[in-house]
Every structure is written in structure tokens, then in C-alpha cells.
């Protein structure tokens, strides 16, 4: 399987001549979800869920599906009839070769006086999991982990252990549009080898664009 970063919190993982991208939202490039066979959307907000960039691969490929939690699949599912399925916590799927377990439920607290919204995270052949907005820790080893390094909800620390307690191989950054061109300097010292330890996990950063085998 290979994984390309995209903009911001949205990869893609193609396997076998078949694509799934998830969280192609706002803040991710323009076409970055067209070519897709699998669609996931972790939750509504929109750095993660663009409307207009789904309805452009649902429109350019008949055959492509979405999976996603029920506030975004009631956006899409009328013009899309059989197309959209919603999932939550505890669902498995297979679609175009790839497995896909559902984990979490919650997005995480932004401050107390912001109303929490629903999240799910996504498990990938039993080996990627992308958390969306939340620490979730999934059942089960993961391989490779999509790493929400910097959002108005967490702080190094929380990620650091979150490194920790999933331990994964690799932790791979994601939601990591906000950050300056200086973030490497503080992020790759307090992540890498040299930092305060995250369980022995490998950290990549990749350039949007850029591929990794996994």
C-alpha cells in the first residue's frame, strides 16, 4: 500500500489499482479527492469536509462511494441515492479491496463553551488509522498512525503521549496546515529520536504530495 499526503488532514492510500482518500476537506487541494474509489470523512467541519470536492468525485466516477457519520452523509445522500452510507463506532466495511473499521465517536473539546460535534476515525486494513479530530485509540495494534500534530483542540503533550499509548511503528503527520515553515524545528526535535520518547514510533513529515510504501 502506498499513502500520499495531501493538504492538511487528507491522505491518500492506493493498493492494487484502487484509491481511498480520507478528509478531503477546504484546506486540502482542489482535486484531491477526484480518482477516488473509497471516500472517508471523519466529521463535519470544514478542514476535513468540503462539499464541492465530494460531489466532484462522486460526479466524475459513478462507481466511487462515501463512507461517513450521518451529519455529513445527510448533506450528500439525497443527490447521491445508495452512494452514501453512514457508519459509526464498531462498523466494519470492504470496499474496492480495502477493510475499514469504524473507532470513536467524539470530536475532541476545543474549549467548554463550543458544543462537541460527532468524529470517527478509520482503521485501514488493519494497519492505517486516521483519527479525524480526536485522540482516538483504536483496538488492536496500527502500524502507521495519522498523527493530528496541531489544532485549536490539543497541545504537544497530548500528542506525545497519544504517540505513546497507540504505539504505532510510524506516526505520520497530519492536520499540520496551521503550522508555519519554523514547525519542523519544535515538532521534529520534541517527535523525533531526540525528543522525550514516544514509545520507539518512527515520525515522517511529508510534503503534500509526497508518497510513502508502507
Known amino acids: 500500500m502506498e499513502l500520499t499526503k495531501k493538504g492538511h488532514s487528507c491522505v491518500r492510500l492506493a493498493k492494487d489499482g484502487a484509491v481511498l482518500v480520507v478528509d478531503p476537506g477546504g484546506f486540502s487541494e482542489e482535486d484531491a479527492a477526484l480518482g477516488a474509489d473509497v471516500l472517508l470523512v471523519t466529521h463535519e467541519h470544514p478542514d476535513h469536509f468540503d462539499e464541492g470536492r465530494l460531489r466532484a468525485a462522486l460526479d466524475a466516477d459513478p462507481a466511487a462511494r462515501l463512507w461517513t457519520l450521518r451529519s455529513v452523509a445527510e448533506r450528500l445522500s439525497g443527490a447521491y441515492p445508495g452512494r452514501v452510507h453512514t457508519v459509526g463506532e464498531g462498523d466494519v466495511v470492504s470496499a474496492a479491496g480495502f477493510e475499514v473499521e469504524v473507532h470513536g465517536q467524539w470530536h475532541a473539546v476545543i474549549h467548554p463553551d463550543i458544543p462537541r460535534i460527532t468524529n470517527v476515525g478509520y482503521l485501514v486494513d488493519g494497519a492505517v488509522f486516521h483519527p479525524g479530530d ?50 519542523p524545528l519544535v515538532y521534529d526535535r520534541m517527535l523525533g529520536p531526540d525528543g522525550p520518547g514516544v514509545g520507539g514510533a518512527e515520525h515522517i513529515r511529508l510534503d503534500p504530495g509526497a508518497s510513502l510504501a508502507l
Open 134 to 183: 480526536a485522540l482516538t485509540v483504536p483496538d488492536g495494534g496500527v502500524d502507521t498512525l495519522l498523527l493530528p500534530v496541531m489544532a485549536p483542540w490539543n497541545k504537544l503533550s497530548e500528542v506525545i503521549d497519544y504517540v505513546r499509548e497507540v504505539a504505532p511503528r510510524r506516526a505520520v503527520d497530519v492536520h499540520d496546515g496551521l503550522l508555519s515553515d519554523l514547525a
